[in-house]
């Protein structure tokens, strides 16, 4: 069965400052991985996704994620957080069985300092 | 865009009776979709996926009979809380996929359903 780990309940990042949310997922093979954003009052927002091929993806908002195989990771990044980054951040990842179930993590809520 | 709305976002009930959520569509048709439960602090765990026209398939431990799912249409499924308790209080969010869009689940905002 799969599983997702975002050991990091929450974090404080002063604005400006780089972030990186921790992603770690067991699986027998490579699943889909996701991340997700979830803002009060609003839906869960796709920020990018991994299926195959080139291990870095760029999201929107600035983010990016870098998919390691050797460490069953999928961390977010960010270089330069702003204010309104500050939510919710949902790790998932779904078996490429084609029934689209997604796992998801915790969640890591993310603070921003000023 | 792919906007998925919920009614109602926020509902209080009485023990014993039973509610209704509705998990709209607006700009899309959504082939697929899919009822979470998230508890506070926690992970979205998914209940239940339906497919429009067909019964929905729910996932283990998920009471069938107490969380009847509906997908009447391409762009409308609902959810209704059968005879609910207090432990029934949570949030539930739905989600939709696109035909052909693999994988790419459009959420809903949520309806925080209390239980007094």
């Known amino acids: 069965a799969q599983s997702v780990t975002q050991p990091d309940i929450h974090i404080t990042v002063s604005e400006g400052a780089s972030l990186e949310l921790r992603c770690n997922y067991s699986?027998?093979?490579?699943?889909?991985l996701f991340w997700y954003v979830q803002s009060p009052g609003q839906g869960l927002q796709l920020l990018l996704k991994?299926?195959?091929?080139?291990?870095l993806v760029q999201g929107i908002k600035g983010f990016e994620a870098e998919f390691k195989r050797s460490q069953s990771s999928f961390n977010l990044r960010k270089p330069s957080v702003h204010w309104s980054d500050a939510a919710e951040y949902f790790c998932?990842?779904?078996?490429?069985?084609?029934?689209?179930?997604?796992?998801f993590g915790t969640g890591t809520r993310l603070l921003v300092s000023p | 865009g792919a906007v998925v709305s919920q009614h109602p976002s926020r509902v209080i009930c009485k023990s014993g009776t039973s509610v209704k959520i509705e998990c709209r569509s607006l700009?899309?048709?959504?082939?697929?979709m899919f009822w979470y439960r998230q508890f506070p602090k926690q992970s979205l765990m998914l209940m239940a996926t339906?497919?429009?026209?067909?019964?929905?398939?729910?996932e283990q431990g998920v009471e069938k009979d107490k969380f009847l799912i509906n997908h009447a249409s391409l762009t409308l499924s609902t959810l209704t809380v059968t005879s609910a308790h207090p432990e029934d209080s949570s949030f539930y969010i739905c989600?939709?996929?696109?035909?052909?869009?693999?994988?790419?689940?459009?959420f809903g905002p949520g309806t925080r359903l209390t239980v007094t």
């Open positions: 339906s497919n429009e026209g067909s019964k929905a398939t729910y």
């Open positions: 699986y027998g093979a490579t699943p889909y």
């Open positions: 989600s939709a996929s696109k035909r052909g869009v693999s994988y790419e689940q459009y």
């Open positions: 991994y299926f195959s091929g080139d291990t």
């Open positions: 700009d899309f048709q959504a082939t697929t």
């Open positions: 998932a990842v779904g078996a490429p069985t084609g029934f689209q179930k997604l796992v």
